[in-house]
């Protein structure tokens, strides 16, 4: 038998035999066990050992920060030092003019890069919290990049000293990171005299790292092979650093080089301390890094900690292999012994199996006895599998009778919703038919009451007037020339009374011709507006009161604007019960530049007002508080004044009154002036 014959033998037997499969189930769990067990452990095994690290390394950053302000301190003692010493002091009260240059010599005594004694008429060229804190006779120390030029006038060696190289980039970085102090000295006066600045130039510097990073990582605390280091920013350059140019060698420093991306946008323009893994330089390291701020609180740079990482991930991924062999022979271990313990399971098994192979082939077959006790738990399996065999077999009957019932009602039900869809669908069509007669019923009802009242009131006066002139003229015959004049006048205000009839009669007639989007004169239109309300509405106690200084044109559609104000003054007489005082005003719209944007329309009522909880709702279709009507004409008008681009707003008070504005823009919307071109029949 060759390997492939072997290999065939076993995989048949796994598909076909129960005890296999069996072996299989109780191995599965092992092993799903043991994988489980090992990804735990290393899930938490490693969780722990980095926030462990990370909590370290937060640690580390502490003490570095920390170390940076005693060292700080100690540079600042330095100047006080200086400042109160009996050298000092003797030639500021015998040699004052001398002071200065004395001064500038003392920087390497006193460990500094820098000492200079600035006048206290030089208080201007500091910033304005050191100018603050100087007058208040309080010393101050902090981080600040200066250029070169301001490097040469501390110190004329120090702009040499900050050239730094950027590798892979072929330029020198020639600004420096200084550690300045600044200290106040004031006379018997209690006045300023003078200032000693002093400090130390970080730039190529290792003093100050190394120091740091000895403080915080003391010898025995990394594990083997792992190396801390600390570094000083300028920017994202790294200025002061014990950073290896080679992690393996450990030789170099990496001065000159530029920090991550990630970290560089993080700390750098979000002002965030990180905490987390970063690529410094040539390898990975657990890293922490801070800003670096100015004395006004600007970030200049960066303060940095870290340790190489794959020392620690190495200790832990072994402890972890360990780790994993000893659950590996355990679980193996456990394995066999249930194995073994099993195997009396194996032949009862086995014929259950072949019964549910034969009841999936259709055939009627029953487990029956296993030669096992009444009381064993596969026995009591059996006798219930046969009895489930059974009932199942009556139930597969009742559903074959139920599956064909439910086939009819499912048929039934779908045709009837089919109905009902199309029955919904015819529906909805008479609503939106209803809709729109309604709408077309809002705008007779205005027009309607309008025109009743002009085709009484004006027609058969101005007929009989006509009539009654025309007659005086002819009966007068050569003596009309004596009052040719008031004839002139009279047939002039006839033929005005007919102008305006005309007009209306133009502007109510159903499908009449409209006119198309134009440039007008905002106050005509309002006047003609008051003149076809005052003729509705002279039988009642209103009085209108005009106020128009609108001078802006408009570019509107002109029966549509006339349907629009007649009914929001309708509107208005309606809120006051046909009396009261109606004030209508026009003025220009002008934005917050003082330009002429369009024109406004105020119709102020003093009638009963809107509710509050109603002035939201007033423009709502179908939304009326009138019997008789249909809540449908501030609607339109809203939206005709919205298709121009303008917009209508109110302000009410309850018992008081209401206004209504209407602001209208000098260029009509070009979507608005489209529809007017096509359809110059358009309606509300």
Known sequence: MNIRQFIVMWVRRFRTMVRYRLLVLTSVPIIITLLALIALTMYWTVMYTWQNALKNVRADLAVAHHSMELLQ??????????????????????????????????AKRYGLN?????????????????????????????????????????????????????????????????SRSLFPIFNEHGELQWIVDGGMLLNNSTLLVDRIRDLVYASNTLPEGSIGTVTLFMDDIRVSTNVPLDSESLN???????????????????????????????????????????????IIGMLYTGYLEWPMIKVYLTNIVELGVGIVIVLLLSGLVVY????????????????????QLGLERRIGGLGLSQDHELQILGKQFDSMLDQLESRNEVIKQASLELEDKVAERTQSLHEKTEELEQHIKLLNHARSKLVQSEKLAALGELTAGIAHEINNPTAVILGNVELLQFELEGD?????????????????IRNITRSLLQYSRQGGVQDEVTWHHLN????????????????????????????????????????VLVNLQMNGVHAMDDKGLLHVKTEDWLNEQGEAIGAVVHITDHGCGIAEDKVDRIFDPFYTTRRSGTGLGLSVSQGIVTEIGGEITVESKVGIGSTFSVYLPEKATSNMVEIAETDPELES
Not at 273 to 290: L, T
Not at 480 to 496: F, N, P, S, Y
């Open 73 to 106: 301190h100690e540079q600042r003692m330095q100047l006080g030092s200086l400042a109160s010493s009996y050298e000092f002091q003797h030639r500021l009260r015998t040699d004052e003019a001398n002071l200065s240059e004395w001064v500038n010599g003392q």
């Open 114 to 178: 820098f000492v200079v004694l600035h006048p206290a008429s030089a208080l201007g060229e500091f910033s304005k919290s050191s100018r603050r804190l100087l007058l208040q006779g309080k010393e101050q120390t902090f981080f600040q990049v200066l250029n070169e030029r301001a490097l040469e006038n501390l110190n004329r060696d120090l702009p040499a000293k900050a050239h730094i190289p950027l590798l892979s980039e072929h330029k020198v970085e020639t600004r420096g990171l200084v």
């Open 252 to 298: 170099g420093r990496a001065i000159g080089t530029r920090v991550s991306e990630d970290v560089r946008e993080t700390v750098l323009e979000q002002g965030q301390s990180w905490f987390n893994r970063a690529y410094v330089y040539d390898d990975w390291y657990v890293s922490a890094y801070e800003p670096l701020r100015d004395h006004n609180n600007a």
């Open 340 to 359: 073994r313990g099993a195997k009396d399971l194996f032949q009862p098994i086995e014929k259950i199996h072949q019964v549910v192979k034969a009841v």
């Open 480 to 496: 009309a020339e004596r009052v040719k004049e008031e004839l002139d006048a009279i047939h002039e205000q006839i033929d005005r």
């Open 524 to 563: 005509p239109l309002v006047e003609e507006s008051l003149t076809l309300v005052r003729t509705g509405t002279k039988k009642q106690d209103v009085f209108i009161e005009a106020e128009l200084n609108a001078k802006c044109r408009v570019e509107i559609n002109r029966h549509q604007l006339l349907q």
